[in-house]
């Protein structure tokens, strides 16, 4: 598959352009402060620290919250895009959900899942690609993990569909009735490929180390926001020849599924779906799960919340389309912020509705891709794919237009050692083989 070239993100890029009002020389750099000095493009693109005591939010790609929590207990990033997007030769109606874990993991060190978590995809059905999000899941994928186990050390799956209607299936053995189990690294060149029979449908299963696909010059961003606080100089991001990219060569622990879409519709003729992810961990209070991280759309809720402790009221309640002093709460401060990007009442409301509830819809008739289509509310609703630019995509949102590139692909620049990642694999799990 061609990785996409900055051109690509572009498309969205001008698409989304028409909600905001051309950036002039003054408020650009008003603009540019009170972004980057609430940590709003920050925490977008997952480096903020969080260091609240258990339970606490987590940022995307943040390691801050590590020193206080498990680094499995950190979601990074959902991908959902149709397979023959990625591989012409698959089948048409086959859809591949990625969800990455464990940030920022160091090369040949083998890390695990946490076998006192729940890794959910929740997916819920869309009329159309103009519908509201229900915020309500219509199906649910849940992953639990045993403690390792063995040599190389492994760890062995349960998977549990959880249909709206109440309906549960729960398998922990493949269609060859063996068990269900992770790829360790050792063995990484020859990932375990689990088929699984749910509800009459053959699904695909891995869980292991890969390489993490995000990309993004973290380092120079802290010099472009001390520049915009007037704590430095006043500087843009490197050209591509020195950019560094601070994800390459960072691991991270991914599940990918390759699910039928017939499984996703039920009973429906259903075409275009929601999916975000949920982090589930047990309250030792109650013994009950209880959700600490959530994840859709990249560059949302951190986008549109300023405060941590309203970040980690966005990971416990999101996404929901109630009204209540908690959903209030959350609103307001995000209005706080788009106001503050320069747009008037009519176009903070229209983003509000584009972006919440934070869902990544997929319509699975066009292709797949961050930057290939928007509804008419200005939300993207072709999934993403695993080499969508979503820093410049996010960047061109978030200041106006001010900024539209770090200048970091994910296949690097020619003779730039600092930036780059390993070539996808052709076939499933598609994500790079691990460092």
């Keep these: 598959m061609a990785i996409p070239q ?14 905001f009002r051309p950036p002039t020389p003054k408020l ?31 940022s995307d790609h943040d390691d801050g919250d590590i020193d206080v929590r498990s680094r499995a207990l950190s979601l990074t990033d959902l991908y959902v895009f149709r397979e023959i997007d990625q591989n012409p030769s698959a089948r048409a109606d086959d859809l591949i959900f990625v969800m990455n874990t464990n940030p920022r993991s160091v090369a040949r060190i083998q ?13 819920s059905r869309a009329d159309n690609n103009e519908a509201t999000p229900t915020a309500v899941p219509d199906l649910t994928l849940r992953f639990t993990f045993s403690p390792p186990e063995g040599s190389p ?24 009735n063996r068990p269900i189990v992770t790829t360790p690294l050792a063995t990484a060149s020859s990932p375990v490929v689990n088929q699984v029979n749910v509800g009459g449908s053959t699904v695909s299963v891995f869980a292991g180390l890969r390489e993490d696909p995000f990309y993004f010059d973290v380092e120079q961003f802290f010099r472009v926001r001390a520049g915009l606080l007037g704590r430095g100089p006043a500087v843009g991001f490197r050209p591509p020849e020195t950019a560094v990219d601070f994800a390459t060569g960072y691991n991270v622990n991914a599940i990918v599924v390759r699910v039928p879409r017939r499984l996703l519709q039920g009973n429906t003729n259903a075409t275009t779906f929601d999916a975000w992810l949920s982090l589930l961990i047990k309250d030792p209070r109650t013994g009950r799960f209880m959700q600490t991280e959530q994840l859709a759309r990249p560059a949302v809720n951190e ?32 209005k706080t912020v788009l106001r503050a990007l320069g747009n008037n009442e009519a176009r903070v409301n229209a983003l509000l509705g584009a972006f919440l509830p934070d869902v990544m819809r997929i319509d699975t008739t066009g292709p ?11 939300s993207p609703i072709r999934g993403r794919l695993l080499g969508d630019d979503v820093v410049d995509i996010a960047f061109a949102v978030l200041t106006n237009g001010a900024v539209t590139t770090d200048n970091v692909s994910y296949e690097g620049t020619p003779g730039n050692p600092a930036q ?9 799990p598609y994500l790079a083989l691990p460092n």
């Design 6 to 19: 900055p051109k690509q993100a572009n498309r969205v890029t001008a698409a989304l352009r028409h909600w």
């Design 111 to 123: 890390y695990f899942f946490s076998n006192e978590a729940q890794y959910e995809f929740r997916i």
């Design 28 to 58: 650009k750099p008003m603009l540019g402060a009170i972004v980057l000095a609430t940590s709003v493009a920050v925490t977008a693109l997952g480096i903020t620290s969080l260091t609240q005591p258990q339970p606490s939010p987590a």
């Design 303 to 334: 986008a549109l919340v300023i405060n941590q402790s309203t970040y980690a009221l966005y990971n416990r309640i999101m996404p929901t389309r109630a009204s209540n002093a908690d959903v209030n709460r959350i609103a307001n401060e995000a």
């Design 153 to 176: 050390r492994r760890q062995r799956m349960t998977m549990t569909l959880i249909e709206r209607g109440g309906r549960t299936i729960t398998v922990n053995r493949t269609t060859n």
């Design 420 to 428: 780059g990642h390993d070539p996808l694999v052709p076939a499933f």
């Design 368 to 378: 797949s891709g961050f930057a290939n289509a928007l509804n008419r509310e200005g």
